[in-house]
Every structure is written in structure tokens, then in C-alpha cells.
């Protein structure tokens, strides 16, 4: 990957001002203007915020931690946002062509959402329990996520970036007390399960910490010099910075944070709730549906489904009420694993089955290499069932599907394979490998995305089942209702929570009374949707929009619809806002008529 610095860019636009072989009547090469403005501010986002270059494999930053809920830093990223928007204003937008047009329209959206975000206080309750700095540092620092262990560089930028977590740590604290005088806590129930996940790492010794592992794993190649000084310098780190770290997070937590937290659980009763709910639903769905849309559709597409389910236990031959079959799909220990690697082969297994069956689908396929790996334990009682994280172009790290066994008794058989087509193949690893790989992408659109898109996309990649001939069983077929089911319910239940004021319970009601799901994916479902408000939304939105602008194709396109064709005509250009989406697929269409 190139490298763009702003002298780069400096003599790069110097160059475009004086050259007088250009295509406009400005002496601009607008294009070109517009290419370096992108690159300028994608590498100062990078500056900003190391821990997103990792994840792209640029390790220029992977000394650093930053304190992205600091004064300091929050004040930087509005001076950047605001800089470039009022820059990209000069930008003649039809100057450039049909695809930079979209980047435009991308960039300047995102700039805009973002400055916007700036009335609602996140930082305020900067963790939780499935989402917080101390638990993705735990992965990031084990050797099991982003930050590479391959050199002894690599151990020692890590040794430095434990300083900026520890700042981050206290930034945090001190946050949160300022939350707690302005009304803006998180509810009591989700801190009361974030502090087991803080306890976990206050071990008596290094050894037992999962900072320790990149030391247990030390590559060979490491001379004996450089073992000595790293073991000695990750167990001073571990047991003076790290383990001191996680204990004040814990006493804070105990001392002062749980007895103020709240006993509410939704948006609507914090501090300009009701706006700051209505931002998170236009910033994540890329729509202007209201929440009291969402919601009506979220109860359509319920009743809808639970229709087709009652076909489907027509077909086994079971004979009674939907919730009498909900009852014995979650109960029968055929359906069930009994040891968690049994789970983890079977979709190990899926791999390269899926993989035979995709090409009569699609027509262009990622290089970046696919795994699947169990969740940590550290992290599992509190994860989601599956997850994807994205790996890089050059292969160095492959893309990842984590299946959580945790409690593998609870984890049906008949909803694997639809969670794979999800989050692994044709799904996530699909469209964000094929983006990040398309080098004619600017960078922010190669690594970057919208929530509806990418999670739309993960949903409708489920509806492809039958087309690729995997819900072969019916059951099977049933598993992946169950999960179209599952995030339509979303759709009710985050509204509900954050717009209509529902509890705890009400929320459990609810999802127990309209799907096959046991109580522990319940109940971390619940609290997932309190904890990060609006994203749970995007599932279904996206999947209906792409759904709907497929239809619309087959209709206008009759027998000239080719579905590799459109398949690679979503995907090409990578995640994007819905309407831009539509506006894209019907101008493909058009040109075919």
C-alpha cells in the first residue's frame, strides 16, 4: 500500500496549479484535486486514530492509543471534518465522473453525520458490556486481533500503546463522573454484566493474563536477548500498568458508577433522547424512516414470517401451535451439540461446501484467505452467536468468522448454516473482502462503509440459501426464517426500547412470545440492543431495500436478468447509503434496456 504523505499532496495539488495542459478552463484537474483531497484526509484520520490503521495493516501508528474520548482529540476530529467539508465545497462536483460522484456524495454525507453526532454526549458512557476499550484491547493485545505479534517491533509497539490504553482508561473514568452529574449513564443492568468481563483480567499473575499470550507464542526467530528483555517487559507491563488499569475501571465501577447508573434502559430517557435515538436511526439505516415506521414494519414483517413457519411445520408433520414447535426445536438434544468443538468443526465443515455451491450465484470471488475460530473465552458469555472480522488484501491476515459455543447446548444446529452464509461466504467476508480488494475505490470507500449496507447485505446473503441449494432440510429452511424472524423483531424491540419506552422485560416478552430463541440469546440480545441503540435496525432495512431493488431489476430487465451480473454490480463499488444503492442498480438497469 502506498503510502501518501502531505508533502505528497502538497506537491501533488502545486503540481495540478501549474500545469497548463488540463482539461478545464481553471487550469484544474478536478479529478485529480478531488483524488488528493480524499487521500489527505483519509491519512490524518489514520494519524487520528491508530488503531483503524492497524486494522487496515498500516503499522506506521501501532505505538499509539488514542484518547478518542478526550477533549483534545474529540476538538481534532471536528477541526478535521470541518476543514474538508468546507474544502470539498470547492470541489466541482460535476466535474467528475459517475463514480467519483458517489464517492462525493459518500464523503460529504459522512462528514456531515458526523459533525451532527457532535450534540449527543457518547463519550459520556464510553463503555458497556458489548462494546468497551477494555475488551477489544484484551483481543487486540492477545495476538488474536488486529495488532500483529510477528517482530520484535511489533512487541514493542504494543508495550508502548499499553500507555495510551491506560490513558484512555482514566479519560474514561473521569467521563463517566461527568456523565453521572449531567444524567447520562448507562443502565445498571449492563454494567452489572461489564464488571465480570473487567474482573476477568485482574489475575494474580502475568502468566495468566491474555496479554501474556503474544510472550507464550513468541516466534523462534526471536533471539535470546530480545525473549529476555520482552518477557520481562510484558510481565512489568501486565502486572504495573495493566492489571492497576483494570482495577480502577473495577472499583470505579463498584464504588461510585453502579449505585448512579440508571434503572431505565433506552435513549428516550436520557437527556435529548428522543433526538439523539431519531440521529442514530438516520445515521445507521441511511434512511428517513422514523422510528414509528421501523417499528410498524418490524410488527408486518413478524406476522408475515410466522406464516411461512407454520408451512414449514406442515411439511415435518408437526401438529400444533407455532409456539409449541418453537418449544421443541429449542428443546429436542437432537438439534444440539455436546462439546463445543463439535460446533466449531461443523462450521469448519460448511467452508468448503458453501464455497462449491456459491459460483452459481456469483461471478467474481475474494483472494483474502477465510478461517473460522471460536470466540475467547474471556469474551464469549457476552458475544454475539457469530461475527466477522475482515482480513487484509495482501493476505497477511485472513478474514475471521468467531462461532461462539459458549453454552453449546443452547446453540441449535438449524440455524448454523444461515449465520454462515451471514457472516462468512457469500456474506461479510464476500462484500468486504471484494471492497477492500478493488483498488479503484479511494481508500475511505476500500475500508470503510455503511452499517445498512453491510449488515443488509448479511441478511439477504441468508435469503440466498435455497438459490444455492443449502436449506435443503427443512429445518434447516426453518433456521434461516428464524433468523430473518430474529431481525424483524429487532426492528420492534430496539424502537421499542429507545422510542416507546418498553423494559427490560417487555422486550423479553416479546421475543419469547414470536421466536424460537432460548433465554440466554434472549437476554444478551436485549441488552445488545440497549447498550448500542439504532444498530440493530440495519438488518432488516438493508436486506428489504436490496430485496426490493432486485425485484425491481428481474421486472425490468425480464429475461435479460443475469443475477452474477447484479450480485457483482452490488458488490463492485463497495458498502454505500441505500438510496445511492437504488439510484446505481437502476442506472445498470437502464443501460441494459
Not at 445498571?188 to 501474556?212: C, H, N, T, W
Not at 445515521?283 to 415506521?293: K, S, Y
Not at 443449502?470 to 424502537?495: K, M, Q
Request: aromatic content about 10%.
Amino acid at each position: 500500500m502506498r503510502k501518501i504523505t502531505s508533502a505528497y499532496i502538497a506537491g501533488l495539488l502545486l503540481a495540478i496549479a501549474c500545469t497548463t495542459e488540463l482539461p478545464d478552463e481553471q487550469g484544474i484537474d478536478t479529478p485529480a484535486a478531488f483524488a488528493a483531497l480524499l487521500e489527505e484526509h483519509f491519512e490524518q484520520h489514520l494519524a487520528l486514530n491508530p488503531i483503524d490503521a492497524t486494522e487496515i495493516g498500516d503499522y506506521r501508528y501501532n505505538d499509539q492509543y488514542a484518547n478518542s474520548i478526550g477533549p483534545e482529540h474529540r476538538a481534532s476530529e471536528h477541526e478535521l471534518n470541518s476543514e474538508f467539508l468546507a474544502r470539498l465545497a470547492d470541489i466541482e462536483r460535476d466535474d467528475l465522473g459517475v463514480n467519483e460522484r458517489l464517492s462525493y456524495d459518500m464523503f460529504k454525507l459522512r462528514l456531515e453525520t458526523a459533525l451532527a453526532g457532535e450534540r449527543f454526549p457518547d463519550h459520556l458512557a464510553p463503555m458497556n458490556q458489548f462494546r468497551s476499550a477494555s475488551t477489544s484491547f484484551v483481543l487486540l493485545g492477545s495476538g488474536s486481533g488486529d495488532h500483529p505479534f510477528d517482530t520484535v517491533k511489533h512487541y514493542d509497539d504494543f508495550l508502548a500503546r499499553i500507555d495510551g490504553f491506560v490513558v484512555y482508561t482514566e479519560q474514561a473514568i473521569e467521563n463517566m463522573r461527568e456523565g453521572v452529574r449531567q444524567g447520562i449513564t448507562q443502565p445498571r443492568i449492563l454494567m452489572q454484566k461489564f464488571l465480570p468481563q473487567v474482573e476477568s483480567q485482574l489475575v494474580d499473575r502475568a502468566e495468566a493474563s491474555g496479554f501474556y499470550a503474544p510472550i507464550t507464542n513468541m516466534p523462534e526467530s526471536f533471539s535470546a536477548a530480545d525473549r529476555a528483555r520482552l518477557t520481562a517487559a510484558y510481565k512489568d507491563a501486565i502486572e504495573n500498568k495493566l492489571i492497576p488499569a483494570y482495577a480502577r475501571i473495577k472499583n470505579f465501577m463498584v464504588d461510585e458508577y453502579l449505585s448512579a447508573a440508571r434503572d431505565s434502559i433506552g435513549l428516550l430517557d436520557l437527556p435529548d433522547g428522543e433526538a439523539w435515538y431519531a440521529y442514530k436511526v438516520r445515521q445507521i439505516t441511511t434512511t428517513d424512516l422514523t422510528p414509528a415506521e421501523i417499528h410498524q414494519i418490524g410488527l408486518d414483517e413478524v406476522a408475515r414470517i410466522h406464516n411461512e413457519m407454520r408451512g414449514v411445520m406442515q411439511q415435518v408433520g408437526f401438529e400444533g401451535e407455532l409456539s409449541e414447535f418453537f418449544e421443541y426445536v429449542n428443546s429436542d438434544a437432537r438439534f444440539f451439540y455436546s462439546e463445543p468443538e463439535q460446533l466449531i468443526q461443523a462450521y469448519r465443515d460448511m467452508t468448503a461446501h458453501i464455497e462449491s455451491l456459491v459460483p452459481k450465484l456469483f461471478e467474481v470471488f475474494p483472494k483474502t484467505p477465510f478461517e473460522v475460530r471460536r470466540v475467547e473465552p474471556f469474551r464469549e458469555q457476552s458475544a454475539a452467536k457469530g461475527s466477522y472480522q475482515s482480513g487484509l488484501p495482501d493476505g497477511s491476515r485472513p478474514g475471521i468468522f468467531y462461532a461462539n459455543a459458549y453454552n453449546v447446548g443452547t446453540r441449535p444446529k438449524w440455524d448454523m448454516q444461515s449465520l454462515f452464509l451471514h457472516e462468512a461466504i457469500p456474506g461479510h467476508h464476500f462484500q468486504i473482502a471484494l471492497q477492500q480488494e478493488n483498488e479503484s475505490l479511494p481508500r475511505f470507500r476500500r475500508y470503510g462503509g455503511f452499517t445498512a449496507y453491510i449488515e443488509g447485505w448479511g441478511l439477504y446473503a441468508e435469503s440466498l440459501g435455497r438459490e444455492l441449494g443449502v436449506y435443503t432440510d427443512p429445518l434447516d429452511y426453518f433456521g434461516a426464517l428464524n433468523a430473518e424472524l430474529w431481525r424483524s423483531i429487532r426492528l420492534v424491540t430496539d424502537t421499542g426500547i429507545h422510542a416507546k419506552g418498553w423494559t427490560r422485560q417487555q422486550v423479553l416478552d416479546y421475543m419469547f412470545a414470536n421466536s424460537a430463541t432460548s433465554e440466554t440469546r434472549a437476554v444478551a440480545e436485549a441488552e445488545r440492543f440497549m447498550a448500542i441503540p439504532g444498530q440493530a435496525l440495519a438488518y432488516k432495512i438493508g436486506m428489504l431495500k436490496i430485496r426490493e431493488i432486485r425485484a425491481r431489476a428481474e421486472a425490468q430487465l425480464g429475461d435479460k436478468f443475469d443475477v452474477r451480473a447484479f450480485h457483482t454490480q452490488v458488490l463492485m463499488d463497495g458498502a454505500m447509503p441505500l438510496s445511492m444503492l437504488e439510484t446505481k442498480i437502476q442506472t445498470w438497469v437502464d443501460a441494459q434496456m
